[in-house]
Nanobody, 125 residues
C-alpha cells in the first residue's frame, strides 16, 4: 500500500511563496511519475503540475507556469511544489498523486491511482 503525505501548506500574503512537500511510502517511488492537483471550494479538482520518474520532464498548467516549480528527490521519496508570486486565486487544497501512466502527460484526476490527504493553501489579498 502506498501512502502519500503532504505538508507545507499555510496562510501567505499575495506575492509570497510556499513550498509543499509530499513524502511517499514504499520502495518504488522512482518508478512513477507524480503530480500535484488543487481543489478550491465549489470547484472541481484541477491539474497543477506533473513530473516524470527521473525528474527530467515537467509539465504545468498555464495558470501556474512561470510561478510554480515541481521537483523530486527519489532518494528521499519526496516530490515538491515551490510556489512563488502567489495569488488569491491559488487558494485551494493541494494534493499530490501518483500515476502509472508513462505515455500521456496525465492531466486528469482519474489517471492517478494514489492520493495524499491534501494540504490547505490560503493566499490573502
Amino acid at each position: 500500500q502506498v501512502q502519500l503525505v503532504e505538508s507545507g501548506g499555510g496562510l501567505v500574503q499575495a506575492g509570497g511563496s510556499l513550498r509543499l512537500s509530499c513524502a511517499a511510502s514504499g520502495r518504488t517511488f522512482s518508478n512513477y511519475a507524480m503530480g500535484w492537483f488543487r481543489q478550491a471550494p465549489g470547484k472541481e479538482r484541477e491539474f497543477v503540475a506533473r513530473i516524470g520518474k527521473s525528474g527530467g520532464s515537467t509539465y504545468y498548467a498555464d495558470s501556474v507556469k512561470g510561478r510554480f516549480t515541481i521537483s523530486r528527490d527519489n532518494a528521499k521519496s519526496t516530490v515538491y511544489l515551490q510556489m512563488n508570486s502567489l495569488k488569491p486565486e491559488d487558494t485551494a487544497v493541494y494534493y499530490c498523486a501518483r500515476t502509472s501512466r508513462t505515455i500521456t502527460i496525465a492531466l486528469m484526476p482519474w489517471e492517478y491511482d494514489y492520493w495524499g490527504q491534501g494540504t490547505q493553501v490560503t493566499v490573502s489579498s
